[in-house]
């Protein structure tokens, strides 16, 4: 049966729709890769479908492997202090023990010294002591200071072994065990680092899956606006579901070399799913140009013409997104490397379909992609009008009042961006997004009847080469006995108070002497050859609160220093290690890394866009503007989630920071997102430019054409991100917030305000490049020129 063609376009409909192929064969060049490799899939449709059914399937086979391998977020610096004391606890004391977690037994009428309430303890600890993941647990009665004061809740602590994965695949299994050991009078909740990641795991599970449910049908009803008919707006949406399976069986794939976290799953479903379907809706609204403006041509050239223009222009655009967030591997923290691993993967997956799945769709639908017209739109639909549309009367008034539009945009965006230069960085656990599960619960009564830092301790790891000395050793005695003084410290724990209790002096002598008597009673607290020493520390304060960073720098910048250096033991390495300081060292680690990734991936979205447009001035312009969204998007993040403007709105309790990883995150992913927009709306405006070198003409036939499209493609990313804004983690709901906002901001204050009016005012200096260094770079436009428009349809002067 043949497609039914769509009636013939406007005069200026078909104009404006370049039909690039052909204009290169004019020029005697050969079409765009893109353009050909479009054509090709065209051509053999139904083969191209068939080997992605096949991806499909293989995705759809690997993908339990990577959602079930997924951890909470790791806070790892390679060669950090924090980093260096996990490697010394699992090195030099002899033990496989890489993490303590507490069991919490809670009853609301029996005590500690009921006999019901120690037979659930005893059950407990022999219910974990049989799992192989743990190495030892802790009798709390016979442990000091494991009993709250009113005698209603015990902690038992038990050594984990293992990584972050297999600690957290283990947790929910242990708490099944505790479950068995549990009463209807005591509790038995397990928490600590490893079980809240685990929780938080599987709340975000459920959240994304709400949050897609939600993103998917309001982006259907935007697509569906914008192409007026329900074919058109399904296919980009389909697209988009490809992409996100795709990328996460491609990720399971490699599970087995890398480890994933719950963080990353988020940030590649948002970025994935609105990238499929942003790069989808720009070619599908292109390739419906071709047909109106080309009715009579062979589908497979018309598909060609499509991908020969706007395939082009999305396989650069995603390149530009890859660039920036491949920036992240500049940052030693696995966190970030996987997050770009991850959004990297998605974007290479979102090209893959782009430039080989769609164009199969696009050619097998031929006039179909019209089908099912929405009834008030028909008229759109057939006879699509730019030039007489909203835009069309928008970009007349931003010609004439340049000055007035662009300074509006300007005052409007310096506001939005203001609170951001009082942003503080910091972390936050998550428990309150768990609070209903059993970690969460035992972490919440930890706080409330032992300190609050008593899950998550500070462990400070000493070491000598040689042998700890009387100096080393009573450096840390001192040490310890300062922090016990200090009013943010609950308790410490130290072998210097064992050594006095069992050889009666804080030296070598003692050491050695208690080391080869009674080794048990130092155990983890000495290494069994006497290199090395550990401290517990428990702080008053959450291990997510300022005042636990303020402490850890205290003890590394004054305590361990003074303590060092008064009892002359130079030789003495000391390392504090734990939640806390994983987080300050993350945070640091973000400071020394901006500036070199902002260099990177500016200096490098420089070079392309100078290659892709041939100007000197535009690439300057695309990386300032893309600079005022983010900017924009931090400030109004700081105020809603730091200052806690949102709390009411958002459904969340301000902890007076920003998650320390998020900043640098959301500005590799917004740079690359805004870019999207930028080298769209500029791709159109130099098929114009390069038509009639007509500035003026350029800028406002790039607003007219595209205004609309990156409108569309703005309000389907705000919707997918806004979706995510209804997780119960804050942190999530901080990157959705931000992506969304900036979009939103890019998309319209930006994009149809501040950049015509720019690009008005400069004139043709926008596309001035010195003639030696056009002739020095390789050409790599993303657009042919298109040939001249017939006489009778060219636009008149303006």
Not at 458 to 465: C, K, N, Y
Request: with cysteine; hydrophobic share 55%; glycine share 8%.
């Amino acid at each position: 049966m043949t497609p039914r063609t769509v009636p013939p376009a406007p005069a200026d409909a078909a104009t404006d729709a370049t039909d690039a192929t052909g204009a290169a064969a004019d020029a005697g060049r050969r079409p765009p890769l893109a353009g050909r490799l479009g054509a090709w899939c065209a051509r053999h449709a139904w083969r191209v479908v068939a080997a992605w059914l096949v991806v499909l399937a293989a995705a759809a086979v690997l993908f339990p492997r990577f959602s079930d391998g997924l951890t909470g977020a790791s806070l790892t610096v390679n060669g950090s202090e924090s980093e260096r004391a996990e490697r010394l606890l699992a090195s030099e004391f002899g033990t496989s023990v890489t993490e303590d977690v507490v069991a919490v037994f809670h009853s609301e009428t029996l005590t500690a010294a009921d006999e019901p309430f120690r037979q659930a303890v005893a059950r407990g600890a022999a219910a974990l002591a049989d799992e192989p993941e743990v190495a030892h647990v802790r009798d709390p009665y016979a442990t000091p200071g494991q009993i709250a004061e009113d005698g209603h809740t015990a902690l038992l602590v038990a050594g984990l072994t293992g990584d972050a994965a297999s600690r957290q695949e283990a947790a929910p299994r242990l708490q099944e065990a505790l479950d068995t050991a549990a009463t209807g009078d005591v509790e038995a909740l397990l928490t600590g680092s490893s079980p809240l990641g685990a929780a938080v795991v599987a709340q975000q599970d459920a959240d994304l899956a709400r949050a897609e449910a939600i993103a998917l049908p309001v982006a259907l009803v935007v697509l569906a606006l914008a192409f007026g008919t329900l074919v058109a707006a399904g296919l980009p949406l389909l697209l988009g579901m490809v992409t996100v399976l795709t990328s996460f069986g491609a990720l399971g794939a490699v599970s087995g070399l890398a480890s994933f976290d719950v963080f990353t799953q988020a940030v590649v479903a948002m970025i994935g799913l609105a990238l499929g379907i942003d790069y989808s809706l720009f070619v599908v609204t292109r390739q419906r140009e071709e047909l109106a403006a080309h009715p009579d041509r062979p589908i497979a050239e018309t598909v060609g013409a499509t991908m020969a223009t706007a395939g082009k222009a999305v396989l650069f655009s995603g390149g530009t997104v890859a660039i920036s967030i491949a920036g992240l591997l500049l940052v030693r923290a696995p966190v970030f490397r996987n997050i770009a691993l991850g959004v990297m993967t998605a974007v290479v997956v979102m090209l893959a379909v782009a430039v080989t799945l769609l164009p199969a769709v696009l050619a097998l639908l031929g006039t179909r992609l019209n089908r099912l017209p929405l009834p008030w739109l028909r008229s759109s639909v057939a006879r699509p009008e730019p030039e007489r549309s909203l835009w069309g009367r928008w970009s007349r008034v931003v010609m004439r009042r340049p000055v007035v539009v662009g300074g509006v945009a300007a005052v409007a965006l310096a506001a939005a961006a203001l609170p951001a230069t009082e942003m503080r960085l910091g972390f936050h656990l998550g428990a309150e997004a768990v609070a209903d599960e059993p970690a969460g619960r035992g972490y919440a009564l930890v706080a409330e009847e032992f300190a609050p830092g008593t899950a998550t301790p500070l462990r400070l790891v000493a070491s000598e080469d040689g042998g700890l000395s009387t100096a080393s050793l009573r450096a840390l005695d001192t040490l310890a006995q300062r922090l016990a003084a200090d009013d943010r410290v609950a308790a410490v724990t130290s072998g210097t108070d064992v050594l006095r209790e069992h050889a009666g002096g804080v030296d070598e002598a003692a050491l050695n002497a208690v080391l080869a008597a009674d080794a048990e009673a130092v155990a983890g607290l000495f290494g069994p050859e006497g290199n090395a020493a550990a401290l517990t520390v428990v702080p008053r304060v959450a291990p997510d609160s300022a005042g636990a960073t303020d402490l850890v720098e205290w003890i590394r910048g004054t305590a361990v220093p003074e303590a060092v250096t008064e009892a002359g033991a130079g030789d003495l390495s000391v390392a504090v290690g734990g939640l806390t300081a994983a987080t300050a060292d993350l945070s640091a680690e973000v400071s020394r890394a901006t500036p070199v990734v902002l260099a990177a991936v500016l200096g490098l979205s420089f070079v392309l866009l100078l290659l892709a447009f041939r100007s000197l001035l535009l690439p300057l312009k695309a990386i300032t503007m893309n600079l005022i969204a983010v900017g924009a998007a931090f400030g109004l993040l700081t105020w809603v989630f730091q200052d806690g403007a949102g709390e009411g709105a958002l459904d969340f309790t301000s902890a007076g920071f920003i998650q320390a990883y998020l900043p640098l995150l959301a500005f590799v992913a917004l740079f690359g997102l805004s870019m999207d927009y930028e080298v769209f709306l500029l791709s159109r405006m130099k098929e114009e430019w390069g038509r009639s070198r007509d500035n003026a003409s350029a800028v406002t036939s790039g607003l007219v054409h595209s205004a609309k499209v990156i409108t569309a493609a703005a309000a389907i990313m705000v919707v997918v991100f806004a979706a995510f804004m209804i997780t119960r983690v804050l942190e999530i709901k901080q990157i959705g917030f931000a992506f969304a906002v900036a979009v939103l901001v890019d998309a319209t204050v930006i994009r149809v305000m501040l950049v015509p009016a720019f690009m008005r005012l400069a004139g043709r200096a926008n596309w001035w490049l010195p003639g030696w260094l056009d002739r020095a770079l390789p050409r790599v436009d993303l657009t042919e020129s298109a040939p001249a428009p017939p006489r009778e349809h060219a636009a008149a002067p303006r």
